[in-house]
């Protein structure tokens, strides 16, 4: 049996209790070593006593570790240092394995061919069947179209070492995974897609979750400065509506400019732009959703604000990782 460990970052959500009993009762070879890394950034935080006491005969396996809030790139290289199996199977603290996931994973492993460095879980996100998901809810459902998510990630522990692990410049819970991932398949490794199953229930969350998701646009500034333009195709990833945010927010902002400058026609025509652009925004979220008056109303608002807000984010990205080279640079 190829031994493995399993690394979970978190900050202590009420979810990783029920991610810490999902593991333990999975059947099949269990891990050799179970990481947590704290990254609560309070040196002073509750001890972990309560959801560790679901891991039964695990816990003695289990080591605590702190990172100190520097994200979840900086709390996973923390957790690879610690650990000496020859695999290591990354999970996010809001996930729930499979019942047979231990057993499904060691055939993972095991199935590996040698020039394999990654085996990706298959992950499944529960949707109300009653009505049309939300907008947070679809956006959360993408997680299981993705590539390479450490929501469920296992990696050979060597390879980790030898590309450097994760980068801790990205400071969320994105890119960094497809960071990593290109990383390892540039240095001439593969990565498939295994059989174990993976549940990532959709967490409760504001109204105003998608106003701050928008701070993503400053990792994608990375993400090309480190990988080139092209890092879209590279990555499988979606290119998103970017474009259109500048477009709208540079149509907004020269009609302030205009109306300033008391060119009322020309600001009118231009508004008229943003308006049309910001309409459609809003019209292509709300379609698909449930359309309550509550959605409606979010929806409406978070559509106005979301193109200035990536706006801001990709340029402030751009300027703030503007002397970063190519990793390719950096690891020759």
């Given at each position: 049996m190829t031994a493995y460990a399993v690394v979970i970052p978190t900050l202590v959500r009420d979810t990783l209790a029920d991610c810490l009993a999902a593991l333990a009762a999975a059947t099949g070879p269990r891990p050799a070593e179970i990481v947590l890394v704290d990254d609560r950034a309070d040196a002073t935080s509750e001890p972990l006593e309560h959801p560790l006491a679901?891991?039964?005969?695990?816990?003695?396996?289990?080591?605590?570790?702190?990172s100190r809030g520097r994200g979840p790139a900086a709390a996973r290289n923390t957790g690879l240092r610690a650990v000496a199996a020859p695999w290591i199977a990354f999970l996010d603290d809001d996930v729930q394995v499979g019942p047979h996931w231990c057993e499904q994973l060691a055939q993972d492993l095991a199935d590996a061919p040698p020039d394999t460095a990654g085996v990706q879980g298959v992950i499944a996100v529960p949707l109300p069947g009653e009505r049309r998901p939300t907008d947070w809810e679809r956006g959360t459902a993408g997680l299981a179209r993705a590539r390479w998510i450490t929501a469920d990630m296992a990696y050979r522990t060597d390879v980790l070492k030898q590309v450097g692990g994760f980068d801790e410049r990205f400071r969320r819970a994105f890119r960094e995974d497809a960071d990593l991932a290109l990383r390892v398949l540039?240095?001439?490794?593969?990565?498939?897609q295994g059989r174990r199953t993976t549940r990532h229930p959709v967490r409760p969350a504001s109204r105003w979750v998608s106003l701050r998701a928008q701070r993503g646009n400053a990792d994608d500034a990375l993400m090309?400065?480190?990988?080139?333009?092209?890092?879209?195709?590279?990555?499988?990833?979606?290119?998103?509506?970017?474009?259109?945010?500048?477009?709208?927010?540079?149509?907004?902002a020269a009609?302030?400019?205009?109306?300033?400058?008391?060119?009322?026609?020309?600001a009118a025509a231009v508004g008229a732009g943003w308006a049309l652009g910001t309409g459609e925004f809003a019209r292509s979220r709300i379609a698909p959703g449930p359309r309550t008056r509550d959605e409606v109303t979010t929806?409406?608002?978070?559509?106005?604000?979301?193109?200035?807000?990536?706006t801001w984010h990709w340029l402030s990205g751009l300027w703030r990782y503007r002397d970063a080279p190519a990793w390719q640079e950096v690891a020759s």
């Open positions: 679901v891991l039964g005969d695990l816990r003695v396996r289990t080591t605590v570790l702190r540039d240095a001439g490794w593969r990565i498939h090309r400065r480190l990988h080139g333009p092209d890092w879209w195709e590279k990555a499988v990833a979606p290119r998103g509506r970017l474009r259109s945010h500048l477009a709208i927010t540079a149509s907004g009609a302030l400019a205009l109306a300033a400058a008391g060119r009322s026609r020309a929806m409406l608002a978070t559509s106005v604000l979301i193109p200035p807000a990536a």
